[in-house]
């Protein structure tokens, strides 16, 4: 099974998992890259939270609209 969480860390060379929040711009950058659909919903709901504090579905939708601008 995929994991999202390993594979950003990897993507976005981080050396622990807990590091992802302060690079918040990277991991954005990462995910627009990426086939999210190899994840669960669960997966990325979790990992949404985990990163943004937002749920996944309100991630999309920011993203969509391109409101989502961290530096």
């Given at each position: 099974m995929?994991?999202?969480f390993s594979?950003?860390?990897s993507r976005i060379?981080?050396?622990?998992?807990?590091d992802m929040p302060y690079y918040k711009h990277r991991v954005?950058?990462?995910m627009k890259k990426m086939n999210l659909s190899i994840y669960s919903d669960k997966q990325l709901?979790?990992?949404?939270?985990?990163v943004f504090?937002?749920?996944f579905k309100q991630l999309?939708?920011?993203?969509?609209?391109?409101?989502?601008?961290?530096?």
């Open positions: 995929n994991d999202i594979d950003m860390q060379n981080v050396s622990y998992i807990s954005l950058l990462e709901e979790d990992f949404s939270y985990y504090k937002i749920q999309k939708k920011l993203l969509k609209k391109g409101m989502i601008e961290w530096k």
